[in-house]
């Protein structure tokens, strides 16, 4: 799959995920995916146990952006924002293909914090 194909799936992800469109936002998944949650230590097995998770999180996400993408070949990365019932999290995704389909996944998930006042000399605030 060329990378332009890749970059057209991976947004048609981030788009069908964001509007919550479950069904979907599960189509760039091999059946056999695997997706590794590393923070809390959890692998799930299969498109089927990753669907089912993600439409029962009792958190529904209520905001989300892609803040960017990148890759080449099989391996991408996606860096994003969700945001859960106002709190903001940001997310990376690191998907890995074969062929036209996402065979592996890891996401990890961190909480804003305030800069310390500190470094304030040597940084510049950005848009989160």
Known sequence: MKDEQ???ALNAHWQAS???D???EHDIYDDDVICDYPQSGERIFGR???QALRGHHPGKPSGFRVRR???KGDTWVTEYMINYQEKSVYTVSIMEFREDK????TQYFADPFEAPAWRSQWVEPIDG
């Open 69 to 71: 993408i990148l890759g």
């Open 22 to 24: 479950i069904n979907t």
């Open 18 to 20: 964001a509007a919550g």
């Open 6 to 8: 890749i970059l057209t």
């Open 48 to 50: 089927i146990n990753l």
């Open 102 to 105: 996402v065979i592996h996944e």
